[in-house]
């Protein structure tokens, strides 16, 4: 006799009406503060009431291991322990029954179909949230990898184009505010004055994406209060490229061990990645996939391929989505001040990447980790690469521990270290990044050494120069590239400029 097998069916609930939408909190997060709040009022634009969650800590974490599935990789224990926690916080001391969380609050997330844990994120916060006394508690997800139509008639949550721009919108203002306040806060004069002047942007910037007008008047008074900064360019300081598994490498908090904080307080200057690059790779992903498949040959008894339209087609909106993204990006860019700031080529980081870690192999942050890696080293972006890779991350693993070791054979002047996050061993962690920066410190001091005998030039006549030359003193002037360090970029900007003839005895 056959048996009836019963497959496993997860019912989510994902019920979120419009009627609904008036009364439903809906709770985010997991991207940087500074992310966070513009989403928040980008969102309330569009009539959503939205919460978001506090930066994830080690009492999530606790939260995660123990309502989660064993195995996990760090983010996914971070994240789903930070929801946990929150939860347990509205009902144990805001005095919310289970009822009312589950009817009035939902979790939005973004998901995808992938090789890694991130296709299972959404399992994962259900079996959580049912162990931990929140059974039905509605996750719901956007799909990175989805189309740009999304939505359906009389849901709550309508993912149209207009939802993704908004989404966007507020994502690229805060990769730009953090790019800012990462170049200035290190030279700051008077410590706290770049986190105050972010902190007025991010009001402005709020107050415009709640209007939803006046972001061009907002982004230049936000350079302007940027630009009053009060900064001293001209200390040789080691830049530091923050890479690896996406939440990790951008999270602010616990779960990469507050690392930029870190780095900062040990005098680096930071070089972080855009979440923009992040959809720039999405849509690499999806034009790459397209024309693989184009490759395919035809059901026809001929073999032959068949020339089709509809693929073309697609290819030339995603080149077209890039095309308006990085416009608007760089539009942006030039009214808040974030002066040559360049978005990551995607084809470029393919092709570098390609030797060592295959295109098509996908989870994480794909080739794309090797390839900054290799651009860091071969353009001398930065003194110190810094790959972080959560514990039992999948891909992340692989690249770091394997790939990336062949790279630096390769390059044996790369400076490379990759640092896997558990949660605990913050000692240990940053004792290995102090002496990383050891040598990080020598090279950014032996090229600022360089630098100064080029110009012909010591250490205070720079300091003349730069004294003479207004613009380059404030806050938003970013040296053009030359060499990783900022401090003999803007030498070499210095000795470049005509030099005043009444100070020319200074020389
Ligand atoms: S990339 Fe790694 S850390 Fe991130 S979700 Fe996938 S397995 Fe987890």
New binding site residues.
């Given amino acids: 006799m056959q048996t009836v097998v019963a497959q496993w069916y997860d019912p989510n609930p994902r019920i979120f009406s419009k009627a609904q939408r008036g009364h439903t909190t809906l709770l985010f997060g997991g991207l940087t503060a500074m992310h966070d709040g513009l989403i928040k009022a980008a969102m309330s634009a569009l009539g959503y009431r939205l919460q978001v969650l506090p930066c994830p800590d080690r009492d999530a974490l606790q939260y995660g291991k123990e309502f989660g599935n064993r195995g996990q ?4 224990y971070f994240t789903v322990g930070n929801l946990i926690k929150y939860l347990i916080q509205l009902r144990d001391v805001e005095g919310l029954s289970r009822e009312q969380i589950v009817n009035d609050y939902l979790f939005v997330t973004a998901g995808a179909c992938g090789p ?3 296709g299972m ?1 959404v399992t994962e916060y259900r079996k959580a949230l049912r162990d931990a006394g929140f059974g039905g508690f509605r996750v719901l997800l956007f799909e990175n990898a989805g189309s740009l139509h999304q939505s359906e008639s009389n849901t709550g949550l309508e993912l149209t184009t207009g939802f993704f721009i908004t989404l966007l919108k507020a994502a690229m203002l805060g990769d730009m505010v953090n790019a800012m306040g990462y170049r200035i806060r290190p030279y700051e004069i008077v410590a706290g004055s770049t986190d105050a002047a972010m902190e007025e942007c991010r009001t402005l910037l709020c107050a415009a994406l709640r209007k939803r007008r006046g972001l061009r008047h907002a982004l230049r008074l936000c350079r302007r209060r940027l630009a009053a900064v009060e900064v001293d360019r001209l200390q040789a300081k080691p830049k530091v490229s923050i890479i690896g ?4 490498m951008t999270t602010e908090g616990e779960g990469n061990y507050q690392l930029q904080r870190f780095l900062e307080t040990e005098g680096a200057e930071c070089e972080i990645q855009a979440v923009v690059s992040w959809v720039l790779y999405s849509i690499w992903e999806a034009a790459y996939d397209i024309r693989e498949r184009m490759l395919l040959r035809s059901e026809q008894p001929t073999g032959r391929r068949r020339w089709e339209f509809a693929p073309l087609k697609q290819l030339l909106l995603l080149r077209l989505g890039r095309g308006v993204l990085k416009h608007y990006f760089y539009r942006y860019a030039r009214h808040i001040g974030l002066a040559g700031y360049q978005l990551p080529d995607m084809d470029e980081l393919a092709r570098i990447g390609h030797d060592y870690y295959a295109n098509e192999l996908r ?2 942050e794909g080739h794309m980790e090797v390839a900054k890696l290799i651009q860091g080293v071969t353009l001398h972006k930065v003194h110190l690469t810094l790959s972080i890779k ?1 514990f ?5 693993s692989g690249v770091s521990d394997g790939v990336q070791s062949l790279v630096t054979a390769r390059y044996p002047e790369a400076n490379f270290l990759a640092v896997e996050t558990t949660g605990d061993g913050a000692i240990n962690v940053h004792s290995r990044v102090q002496m990383a920066l050891f040598r990080a410190r020598q090279n950014a001091e032996d090229e600022y050494q360089t630098a100064l005998q080029t110009a012909g030039i010591d250490g205070g006549q720079a300091t003349a120069r730069l004294a003479a030359q207004r613009r380059c003193r404030q806050a938003t002037h970013y040296p053009p590239h030359r060499v990783a360090g900022t401090a003999a970029n803007l030498l070499y900007e210095l000795a470049q400029r005509p030099w005043p003839q009444r100070l020319a005895g200074g020389r």
């Fill in positions: 990789c760090n983010p996914t890694c844990r991130f994120y598994e996406f939440w990790a989870g994480g959560p039992g991350c999948l891909p992340s």
